[in-house]
């Protein structure tokens, strides 16, 4: 038995080695070709034309449609507008006040977007961090619990909004609750305030496990020992956490803060299937009036909803810029 | 030798001869009920009658066909044909099948009413460009067995929008149901009722004036009636921008006693309804300037890009033959928009009595339709004001704007989307 097994891995080896031997020589050729320091552009080519094509030219296409006007689709067709879509977006007699801007909807969007992010960020990280630090902990059916939290993040946005419609909605599991315990029902979904709080809470409720993980492995790769010096130092259970755990976990902190602040921004389809955006506006989100505005309205305004997302890509910039700086400061200091 | 290479000529002339006569068409299809599947068992004996055409019918949610065609088809892509209701607005993407049409004076005899919506080229403008499959009506439909159980009389022939809110909601309450009116979330929808209130909708010269007077008076009422309970708030305001949403569902569950939507329901709610409880499609309630909802349906319609015009004209040829119409009809429940089936009538054997009379009070309150209702379906950027009339009254209902200032966005909204149309 033992015999043949050594025989299959010496045919595969050898196999593995003419595969590695037909693949020499080319490679030795296009090397003498190219020289060693540009033969890596040549293995980074494919991987060039891919992201070239598919995202660095629709950005191009972007700005293009973003300067030009009229319905139509095809580049040719679309006079050259200037600045006249990023201007319409922008006219506003007070920005905080919706309906004095030209845009209205826009800026609700605007609004309703910024609130969504300093929200369901902020209290993400928050309850991602403390998932987490109970999480490291030694405590009973932790295996379990981690799955948990992780679960929903393996669910579709369609899915996650489709079962929190039927929680919801005016004769949903939440109200029959509600009036099984001899309480009052809200309509859920049609209330303004309500919709907002929801589409906050499902968010963050639909994306924590994932960011619970990443500070979890964050955690996990402090050093014991500082934990220890600190123990024997008789440092308080807050100065461990404030002085150790979290300047230690910055830069995890750092990357779950810019993924969870672009993921924030560009959130769109459980917000879609759950609310649509509604009662109104109260929960349209930026991404939601730009696909309305280039692919569900008639006509349909591709320049303006070209403009928007660019805008959208130039705070999204700013915002990502900032952050990695504080970063840094704080790594370099 | 010699005889291989003869073999081998032949056989690529059968080829080349066999390719050149073959066609595929792709057809983009979306269905209320079977519309698809009884097209797909016509099909079949097009495919026979011409040999080498082959259709293939790809059944899509009406969503593509709202949002994600319209995109194909500026970039010169997608389905040879395809079941659209946004036929002004796809106009100028159809092509014109009359070069390939057996007889198109009797197409036009048949279809022109509803042929008129695809001519947007000017009064010159003779094209078949699509063939209505299904024509429709909006108006309401009513939970009968709750009116009985609550002893309301159904207000009767010239009954107003006001007497059906009052009956409604009085039934609501007697029977403790929990609505008593719901009317899709639709421009469509809300124009019915706004031009019976005296909406004009267009100027002498046919040019959209959308707020006036009349359109006014429904939304105030429209609103009023959202925030004292007798419409379903849940419907409006429960969603944002101008996504559709109906309210069928409530209905068939027993929980609603008024529903203004269309004729295309009927076969939905004579399969999910069946013996719950009787319900009937009532003639359109009056309001000060008539009593009147809006015309509509679907179309079959054949586009430019495509590679085999004279098949697609074939196909949209049998399409409208009458023999063909009927089977479709009789097996999709729907009024026929061909004008001799209209005058025939349809047997539809398979209906159930309250769909057959319900297909009979839609079928007859859509000859009495303002012409104004047709002109606006007819108009080929309605959808712009439907989109404004959506997205701001529904503003209006939740309180992010008052009444007056959804209305003045409404008229804004529709300048600034027809400066872009042009």
Not at chain 1, 94 to 123: K, M
Request: hydrophobic share 50%.
């Amino acid at each position: 038995m033992q015999s043949a097994l050594d025989t299959i891995g010496r045919g595969v080896g050898r196999l593995y080695a003419a595969a590695f031997d037909l693949l020499e020589w080319p490679m030795l050729a296009l090397q003498r070709l190219t020289g060693a320091q540009r033969i890596a552009w040549i293995f980074l080519l494919p991987n060039l034309v891919i992201f070239g094509t598919f995202t660095f030219l629709p950005i191009i296409l972007n700005f293009f449609y973003a300067t030009s006007g009229s319905d139509a689709i095809l580049l040719q067709d679309r006079p050259y507008v200037g600045l006249d879509n990023f201007a319409t977006l922008l006219a506003c007699e007070n920005y905080l006040q919706p309906n004095s801007c030209e845009r209205d909807i826009f800026w609700r969007a605007v609004h309703n977007t910024a609130w969504f992010v300093v929200l369901q960020v902020g209290f993400m990280i928050l309850f991602s961090l403390v998932t987490a630090l109970i999480l490291n902990r030694d405590i009973p059916f932790r295996g379990f619990f981690r799955s948990v939290f992780f679960y929903p993040v393996l669910l579709s946005p369609v899915v996650v909004a489709l079962i929190w419609k039927w929680v919801l909605q005016r004769f949903g599991v939440l109200n029959a609750a509600l009036e099984g315990a001899g309480m009052p029902t809200v309509n859920w979904l049609v209330d303004a305030d309500w919709a907002f709080f929801w589409i906050v809470f499902v968010s963050i409720w639909a994306h924590m496990g994932f960011y619970t993980l990443i500070l979890l492995a964050g955690l996990q790769s402090i050093p014991s020992d500082v934990y220890e010096a600190a123990e024997m130092d008789g440092a308080s259970k807050w100065r461990v956490f404030s002085r150790i755990t979290m300047p230690l976990l910055m830069p995890t902190m750092a990357v779950v803060i810019v993924l969870s602040l672009i993921r924030a921004v560009q959130a769109f389809d459980e917000i879609f299937v759950l609310t649509g955006g509604g009662p109104g506006s109260a929960t349209l989100l930026i991404l939601q009036f730009i696909y309305e505005t280039g692919f569900a309205y008639q006509p349909r305004l591709y320049g303006l909803a070209a403009a928007a997302s660019m805008l959208m890509a130039v705070v999204l910039l700013v915002l990502t810029l900032v952050q990695l700086r504080a970063t840094r400061s704080r790594a370099e200091g | 030798m010699k005889s291989t290479s003869l073999l081998s000529g032949i056989a690529c002339a059968l080829l080349a001869a066999t390719s050149a006569s073959a066609a595929e068409l792709r057809f983009a299809c979306y269905q209320d009920g079977t519309e698809c599947d009884a097209w797909a068992e016509q099909i079949k004996a097009f495919e026979a009658e011409n040999a080498g055409t082959t259709v293939v019918v790809d059944v899509v949610p009406y969503k593509t066909i709202v949002e994600g065609l319209p995109v194909q088809l500026a970039s010169g892509e997608g389905p040879d044909l395809a079941r659209v209701t946004d036929l002004g607005g796809l106009a100028k993407y159809m092509l014109d099948v009359t070069p390939y049409v057996k007889d198109a004076a009797a197409i036009e005899a048949a279809y022109g009413k509803t042929l008129a919506w695809t001519r947007v080229n000017g009064p010159d403008d003779k094209g078949i460009y699509a063939i209505m499959d299904q024509q429709t009506a909006t108006g309401p439909f009513v939970n009968k067995t709750l009116f009985d159980q609550a002893g309301v009389a159904l207000p009767g022939q010239g009954a107003t929008y006001a007497d059906w809110a009052a009956a409604a909601k009085e039934v609501a309450e007697k029977t403790g149901t929990s609505f008593a009116v719901a009317m899709d979330r639709s421009g469509h929808r809300f124009a019915g009722p706004a031009i019976s209130y005296g909406a004009k909708i267009f100027d002498a010269d046919g040019k959209p004036i959308t707020v006036d007077d009349g359109f006014k008076a429904f939304a105030e009422q429209f609103v009023a009636w959202n925030e004292d309970g007798t419409v379903a708030k849940d419907v409006w305001a429960g969603s944002g921008g101008a996504t559709y949403q109906d309210a069928a569902k409530e209905f068939t569950n027993g929980s609603l006693v008024m529903y203004i939507s269309g004729s295309w329901q009927i076969g939905r709610f004579g399969r999910d309804i069946g013996d719950a409880f009787d319900w009937v499609a009532v003639p359109a309630p009056c309001g000060p300037g008539g009593c009147t909802g809006i015309p509509g349906g679907a179309a079959v319609a054949a586009f430019k890009h495509t590679k085999a015009p004279e098949e697609l004209g074939k196909l949209i040829d049998f399409m409208a033959r009458e023999d063909v119409q009927a089977a479709v009809l009789a097996k999709t429940k729907n009024i026929p928009a061909n004008q001799a089936l209209q005058a025939k009538g349809i047997d539809y054997a398979s209906a159930t009595d309250d769909e057959k009379a319900a297909l009979k009070t839609f079928a007859e309150s859509l000859a009495e339709f303002s012409p104004v209702a047709f002109q606006f379906q007819g108009y080929k950027n309605n959808r712009a004001i439907m989109n404004a009339t959506v997205t701001r009254i529904t503003q209006a209902i939740v309180g992010e704007s008052t009444l007056d200032e959804a209305l003045t966005r409404i008229d804004s909204d529709v300048k600034e989307a027809l400066a872009a149309a042009q």
